[in-house]
């Protein structure tokens, strides 16, 4: 119970929801950081994957690697 007390302060998503902030850094050694935002855990999970697929995709032929 004196866990959930601590949390309480803080801003929590709602359910099904999750506060989400991203930080990009750029080849130029640049951070990007984006306001919080709340998504649906949903999307936040099918973006997740596509952007790792993207980046596993992007990183295997720069190392000289097959993707096949």
């Not at 709602?14 to 306001?35: I, K």
């Amino acid at each position: 119970m004196a866990a959930r007390a601590a949390r309480s302060g803080s801003l929590l998503p709602r359910r099904g929801c999750a506060l989400v902030t991203v930080v990009v850094v750029d080849e130029n050694g640049f951070s990007h950081q984006y306001e919080r935002i709340e998504a649906p855990i949903g999307a936040v999970r099918e973006t997740l994957a596509a952007l790792h697929l993207q980046s596993t995709a992007l990183a295997a032929p720069a190392m000289g690697q097959d993707t096949a």
